[in-house]
């Protein structure tokens, strides 16, 4: 009788050892899964300034740039440039996107008006969609800021901005 | 084995879950790249809508709308949730001549089971107008997403 108490305490102990290692392994699988979704710091850039960009009228490069992992099947990326005033007056600019080289282009809003009044800052948000058929391919893509002033030679200067993006999965 | 097996096919299960939940169906992004002109006064639809399905329990989604535009007078920009009257709250443009430029104006919206989410497909559209006096507004590049809440 004692023997077979002890037996089925040990066999009801393995099933309990059994259970709780596979528990772990699912545990530790949704971890890994949830760290694969958190932002990487290569999809977001934060530059602190002022950062002055001069040069021709629309569109050239800002040489800031993020990249992005698209998986097999190419996904469409959210971006958001947000930048938090340009302190130059009377000056219209144009912001935009190079994707993986390709030409300038808008993949949403990108007017800053001129300002009237010099030394004033006003924070603007602009949010780009860019989709699969705007050039992202399998693999890591990079978006660059890019744009340029509406109508002829001048300078903007942001005091500061961040560029982000995030996979649709 | 069997159980240890089992573990990781639910494991399996639950990756495949959690990817298919960060997935953004086409009808919850638009894009528009063409100017469009809306005129009257506030409120009606400025004919831009995007979709989202909603779980069995109901949470809050995430809409942002980005834009350039450029109007005639001060307005209201809000947004309709399935065909329920606009939104607004305190979502003010301002005028913004025709002088070959555009203003920019960005607003996010998060809108809670309450304010008429359904369980399923749910319709999200743009909507509002030009203040005392009506005119028009002009829409250049724009875009519209959302997102359900996590």
Known sequence: MSNYYKECKVSRLTIVRKHAISLAVLGLVIGIASSALAIPPEQVLHVDGPIAIAGDPCCFSFNETISMTEPAKPVAIVVTFEESGESDGAVAYLVGLIVNNRACKFFGSGFIPGIIETDTFQPRTFQWIVFPDDGLRKGRNTLTLCGGSAFFPATVTFRSFTLGARLSN | ?150
């Not at chain 2, 990781?8 to 959690?18: N, P, R």
């Not at chain 2, 169906?25 to 469009?36: A, G, H």
């Not at chain 2, 913004?96 to 497909?121: C, H, I, K, M, Q």
């Open chain 2, 1 to 150: 084995m069997k159980t240890f097996v089992i573990g990781i096919a639910l494991a399996c299960v639950a990756m495949g879950i959690a990817t298919n939940a960060y997935a953004v169906p086409p009808n919850e992004v638009l894009r528009i790249e063409t100017n469009q002109t809306f005129t009257g006064a506030c409120c009606s639809s400025l004919g831009e809508t995007v979709t989202i399905t909603e779980p069995k329990m109901v949470v809050p989604v995430t809409v942002t709308f980005s834009t350039d535009y450029r109007a005639s007078g001060n307005g209201l920009i809000g947004i309709s949730v399935n065909g329920h009257p606009c939104a607004t709250e305190q979502n003010f443009f301002t005028f913004a001549p025709a002088d070959g430029t555009f203003r920019s104006l960005n607003y996010e919206w998060v809108v809670a089971p309450a304010d008429g989410l359904v369980r399923g497909n749910n319709t999200i559209a743009v909507c509002g107008g030009l203040g005392f006096g009506g005119g028009s507004i002009t829409f250049g590049f724009n875009t519209l997403a959302v997102r359900i809440s996590k």
